[in-house]
């Protein structure tokens, strides 16, 4: 069935959107330049006989909204979180009949336009990422938007498009970016270590995240298709990677092409491949590091940030260098 057939230019080239599987409504952006910021409500969406279109908007939701989600903790009316261009978050409660509009992010500590929002545990808990360079792109807070906290960590500067907590262990987060799906087993830290998942997917964009009721996890790319794993209760083993990621450094990070690679530990034959901010492969080469080493680089590359992913045996890890 068709559920807007419309010939007017209202919401965005890739609509962001949520569904309402409970009561059957989706929300999409329904902006446009000259009527303003808009959400459109459509309602009885599994037939065209019930089917039925309204409008929302409210005098303080005044930018163009850019990630939905519906609270899976409301079901008999709708419960919807709206992030929109420039940062602002707004919970919005009976949003299925008659809308009450708040924003719970009022410190105007989010800087960029707001990816993805995700609801945890409760609807205390919420997830936001950005999908700009140079800010924080990752956001949390466990009180309902009363304060946030940062939680970018050490990950690299490129922008973050979903986030997605272990249902079965909160510590565990993963999220979609620029270059591929990346994890954490510490979310709860000041700042936590974000390392790269890989397994099996290239350095590819992961537009969005998703998970089944029996916790098979689904990765959305961008022209790749869509992977998926699952989650489990026990974290990912990060303790002996940790050691070893901590015992390789490169230096200095800033440079015009020429840094140095020293290792305090022996880790062994170490593949290492230093890849563009746009996710292309630009340099490859196998490293045997032993405790001691001092190996020089001097690469003939354009001015750019790029993320250099080294991976033994037993560890990976991904470090970042500037090139002036």
Known sequence: MTINSEGTNNGSFI???????????????????ANGN?????????????????TLSDASFDNR?????????TTTSSTLFVGTVLGDVFKITNANTTPIWTEIELQNVIVGSISDIEVGASENEIFVTIHNYGVESIWYTNNGGTSWVAKEGNLPDMPVKS??????????????????????????SASPRWSSSFNGMRNVKVLDLDVRNDNMVFAATYGRGVFS???????????????????????????SGQFTLISTKTVGSTQVDIYSIAGKNVYETKVDIQQG????????????MYLVKLKGSNFETTKRIIIQ
């Open 15 to 33: 609509n962001p959107g949520a569904l309402d599987s409970n009561l059957d409504i989706l929300y999409t952006n329904y902006s446009t330049t």
């Open 65 to 73: 909204p850019t990630a939905f989600t519906v609270s899976p903790h």
């Open 38 to 54: 808009l959400i459109r409500r459509y309602s009885g969406i599994k037939t065209q006989w019930t089917l039925t279109k309204t």
């Open 229 to 255: 794993g699952m989650f489990t209760a026990a974290p990912l083993s990060v303790n002996e990677e940790d050691v070893f990621a901590n015992a390789i450094k490169l230096f200095p990070t800033i440079s």
């Open 163 to 188: 986030i997605l907590q272990n249902p079965l262990n909160s510590e565990e987060v993963i999220i979609g970016t620029e270059l591929g799906v990346w994890y954490t087993n510490n979310f709860s």
């Open 293 to 304: 080493l001092r190996k020089e680089f001097d690469l003939n590359l354009n001015p750019g």
